[in-house]
């Protein structure tokens, strides 16, 4: 089968090998479709700490290829979708309810989609590997993973307040595909939002995607008769200046969901006086659990993710360093990578 390995940042390798077979408890996959990813793109610049370099990509659908020995429920011909990591079961903090922390949680990922094949964990085909119906094409069932953790995030965002565990409203910083993820879920639960971003093309899709209210405007310049106004606000710009501008936004009582990761180190000096006299939660949020992708899966399946608008182009998997290339620039949400013979078209 073709690969794409990725050996040094920003170089692409493509190695042809044999088809994986599977071990017990395994299952080999025909890719139909690999999505691109924030972090995949972050790999591609700079290399990953916990995935290193070579075989990447983690979000995709496709074909039972083969099943190992003991696999149940799953035979050669099903189309399925999935995620790539999941929790031991075991440790400390499965064992409190916090899959998401599991201690062992990529010690064995899925990783490798941007190839024609993949081989998934035993571990991972036991919990979540599931079937794709037919009515979702291979490019929306591959929206499972990023989908599972805004369902996550929000699962987060409503535990903090047990007495409305659902806000009036919210405002959701950033514009990428995680931001436009957070407002078709917001959209979904009927929770006016308002999208804070830079970029007028994407506040326009914004507010055809749901956004009852948009703001342009760059972080240090926001307008001010937005400050303490959301009783939630979601964080997804990635950066130092979003995480200041969403604690400004919350209003007095309300939560602060910091979604996106920084690097690692990094600092952000937060309006102390505001947390602790308004008392306003802030909350981080990493990955998902189990329970997480059983609903992200309900979700799409009821068409809450607006697919379509968020894949920028649909292109054969031998274009992945284009694809890159074009977000590297800003050009794009997301793009849909189709292995096989024939031009790319979505599936």
Request: hydrophobic fraction near 45%; include cysteine; proline fraction near 7%.
């Amino acid at each position: 089968m073709r690969q794409a390995i990725l050996s040094a940042p920003k170089t692409l390798e493509w190695r042809d090998g044999p088809m994986p077979r599977p071990e017990a408890g395994e299952v080999v996959v025909q890719v139909r479709a690999a999505l691109t990813c924030g972090t995949d793109l972050k790999t591609y610049r700079r290399g990953h700490p916990k995935l290193g370099f070579g075989p990447f990509g983690h979000e995709a659908s496709g074909d039972v290829l083969e099943a190992g020995e003991g696999v149940a429920g799953f035979s050669a011909g099903d189309p399925v979708m999935w995620v790539q990591t999941a929790p031991c079961g075991e440790c400390h903090e499965c064992r409190a309810g916090r899959e998401n922390l599991c201690w062992r949680l990529t010690d064995q990922m899925a990783i490798g989609t941007y190839a024609e094949a993949i081989r998934l964990p035993a571990h991972v085909v036991a919990r979540n590997l599931f079937p794709k119906p037919a009515q979702l094409s291979y490019i929306e069932a591959a929206f499972l993973e990023p989908f599972a953790c805004i369902v996550h995030g929000w699962r987060v965002l409503e535990q903090a307040d047990a007495m409305k565990p659902v806000p009036e409203n919210v405002a959701i910083v950033g514009a990428g595909t995680i931001g436009m993820l957070h407002l078709a879920y917001a959209t979904h639960a009927q929770i006016p939002a308002t999208v804070v971003a830079r970029h007028p093309e994407r506040l326009a899709l914004a507010r055809r995607l749901g956004a009852i209210e948009t703001a342009a405007a760059d972080f240090d310049s926001l307008p001010e008769v937005l400050a303490a106004s959301f009783a939630a606000v979601i964080e997804c710009g990635g950066t130092p200046e979003s995480w200041q501008e969403a604690v400004r936004l919350c209003a007095p009582g309300g939560r602060v969901l910091f979604f996106s990761g920084l690097p690692k180190g990094a600092h952000v000096p937060l309006d102390a006086t505001r947390v602790h006299y308004e008392e306003l939660v802030c909350l981080g949020s990493f990955h998902f659990t189990p329970d997480d992708v059983r609903r992200a899966r309900e979700l799409l399946i009821g068409e809450v993710v607006p697919a379509r608008e968020l894949i920028s182009d649909v292109l054969p998997l031998g274009s992945l360093e284009d694809a890159f290339g074009r977000l590297d620039s800003r050009d794009g949400f997301k793009y849909a990578l189709i292995p096989g013979p024939g031009a790319a078209a979505w599936v």
